[in-house]
């Protein structure tokens, strides 16, 4: 059993929130036809037979709450640094893998991917192995055809803020603006399924990155933090389920369906305390006075570690 006491200031959380949350709250307002088995800039091919997303399966004001409970890859890589103090390398998608994606699935899913290592490389300066995944990630980008959105000069500023401490606050200020934009731009272009499969990758690649750290360095907030991913992983299958009918969804779909069963047998209970507010650097600040409590056995986090394994070789395989 852990007891969790919430953070001082949930602040921080929701900025770092906003990374996925904006990234893709309007994602689910239109029904317009996508092409089957296609991820491409119009989102159309001369398919004929033709694969919609289903908004019937959640209303889309639903959606947007959910969300909000979706962590970033960075959060993550943040509290992995603030609770281990050592680097521990190999355990990241290898950037040579990058050339081998070749379809627009595996593209936009792995570049979701890449955007968790590249956090978790970063904040531990290093620089060399940093620039070949930056590589990778605009490789990628330029595949989907949003490669403006990751440009030099604002990858070396996310390197820079990523080493300074003091500096976090613009980091993600830098990283919710560029994926705020990206989503916006996507979103335009009918292509909502390249924004969920990005989100997806991100968030496995940091739940995988989550479970081999806590293996070699166990830590009580790591281990908090991968229990909460019950919550998460439910509004993940909430937004796949959206896309149903997209055949090549369906293998990750049915993975995550077998990872909600293990999680199922986690134990997450709340007490409420009634948050305060302020306002630091004319910002707003909440400090979140509720409290919860996970409960996770050994087995359980080995269920999850295993099928986490599983899923992530799903994605990244080439």
């Known amino acids: ?3 969790m006491n919430s953070s001082k200031s949930i602040f921080k959380h929701l900025k770092l929130n906003a990374f996925i949350s904006l990234f893709i709250t309007v994602l689910f307002f239109s029904t317009s036809c996508q092409k089957k088995q296609t991820l491409t800039e ?12 289903d908004t019937t399966v959640i ?4 959606i947007d709450g959910l969300l909000h409970s979706i962590p970033s890859p960075l959060e993550i890589s943040l509290l992995i640094k603030k609770t281990v103090v050592s680097f521990i390398s190999d355990i990241t998608n290898p950037y040579t893998n990058c050339d081998n994606y070749t379809t627009p699935f595996k593209q936009a899913v792995n570049l979701g991917v890449y955007s968790a290592d590249i956090g978790y490389l970063g904040l531990y300066n290093k620089q060399t192995v940093s620039t070949l995944y930056v590589r990778c990630l605009r490789k990628l980008a330029d595949e989907l055809k949003v490669g403006q959105f990751f440009t030099s000069e604002k990858l070396q500023r996310a390197r820079t803020y990523s080493t300074h401490p003091e500096q976090q606050d613009s980091l993600l200020t830098l990283i919710t603006m560029s994926f705020e934009e990206m ?8 292509r909502r399924n390249v924004s969920v499969l990005i989100v997806t990758g991100a968030w496995i690649e940091a739940l995988n990155l989550s479970l081999k750290v806590y293996e070699q360095n166990p830590s009580q907030a790591l281990l908090e933090r991968i229990g909460e991913q019950k919550i998460t992983l439910d509004n993940i299958r909430l937004v796949l389920s959206v896309f149903k009918n997209f055949p090549e969804f369906a293998p990750l779909i049915e993975h995550l369906d077998e990872l909600k069963k293990v999680y199922d047998r986690v134990v997450i209970t709340y007490t409420y305390g009634e948050p ?3 306002e630091e650097h004319g910002m707003l600040v909440v400090q979140d006075k509720s409290t919860s409590k996970v409960e996770i056995t050994p087995d359980i986090l080995n269920d ?4 986490t394994i599983r899923i992530q070789k799903l994605v990244t395989a080439v």
């Open 59 to 62: 209303a889309p004001e639903v």
């Open 1 to 3: 059993m852990v007891n």
């Open 304 to 307: 999850i570690r295993a099928l």
């Open 42 to 53: 119009n989102g159309s091919t001369p398919e004929t037979k033709v694969a919609k997303p």
């Open 276 to 278: 305060e507010f302020s």
């Open 183 to 190: 989503n916006e731009y996507l979103n335009e272009k009918n």
